[in-house]
T-cell receptor, first 113, second 114 residues
Framework: AQSVSQHNHHVILSEAASLELGCNYS??????LFWYVQYPGQHLQLLLK??????LVKGIKGFEAEFIKSKFSFNLRKPSVQWSDTAEYFC???????????FGTGTRLLVSP | GAGVSQSPSNKVTEKGKDVELRCDPI?????LYWYRQSLGQGLEFLIY????????KSGLPSDRFSAERTGGSVSTLTIQRTQQEDSAVYLC????????????FGPGTRLLVL
């Protein structure tokens, strides 16, 4: 079975601070990994994804994530957050042969101006 | 082009009533997914359609929940005899091909059961 853990439920940062949101998954085989973002009042949208190749993935709005297979992790990072990054962030895993994404419980990020 | 749409956007109902939630996927998208987003629970997979058939219904929480898809397009999620624990945001997503690697989400239906 697949599972995803996001250990930070709420994060509060000041503008220009660096961000790292943790994501650990549980699945022994090949995985695809995703980060989704939901801005206040908006649809859930894809931030970035890892399928294969370079484990450092760059997404929209300056976000990046690094797949570390040995740690079963896919942490999301941004060197300098902005107020507009205030949102809820979800990590998700898709195990090979599965047809459904499994999401973490999400992390609410509040960036104060 | 138009994205995934869902209706109603909000629904308040009394415990024990039936509700129907509708999803209009992006035109031409063959795969359709329903998720439930409860407070503190993240997104929980409910059911997946490929065309009009549902190869995976494993996430439906009870037999009070059912879903159908007609014409390879619109899908309806029905909850019978609603309970307070059904209160959540119900999200629909569609994908242009089998597999959820490229999903586009709708705005969701916020359901409140009193």
């Amino acid at each position: 079975a697949q599972s995803v853990s996001q250990h930070n439920h709420h994060v509060i940062l000041s503008e220009a601070a660096s961000l790292e949101l943790g994501c650990n998954y549980s699945y022994g085989g090949t995985v695809n990994l995703f980060w989704y973002v939901q801005y206040p009042g908006q649809h859930l949208q894809l931030l970035l994804k890892y399928f294969s190749g370079d484990p450092l993935v760059k997404g929209i709005k300056g976000f990046e994530a690094e797949f570390i297979k040995s740690k079963f992790s896919f942490n999301l990072r941004k060197p300098s957050v902005q107020w507009s990054d205030t949102a809820e962030y979800f990590c998700a895993v898709l195990g090979a042969g599965f047809q459904k994404l499994v999401f973490g419980t999400g992390t609410r990020l509040l960036v104060s101006p | 082009g138009a994205g995934v749409s869902q209706s109603p956007s909000n629904k308040v109902t009394e415990k024990g009533k039936d509700v129907e939630l509708r999803c209009d996927p992006i035109s031409g998208h063959t795969a359709l997914y329903w998720y439930r987003q409860s407070l503190g629970q993240g997104l929980e997979f409910l059911i997946y359609f490929q065309g009009n058939s549902a190869p995976d219904k494993s996430g439906l929480p009870s037999d009070r929940f059912s879903a159908e898809r007609t014409g390879g397009s619109v899908s309806t999620l029905t909850i019978q005899r609603t309970q307070q624990e059904d209160s959540a945001v119900y999200l629909c997503a569609s994908s242009p091909r089998p597999g959820p690697e490229t999903q586009y989400f709708g705005p969701g239906t916020r359901l409140l059961v009193l």
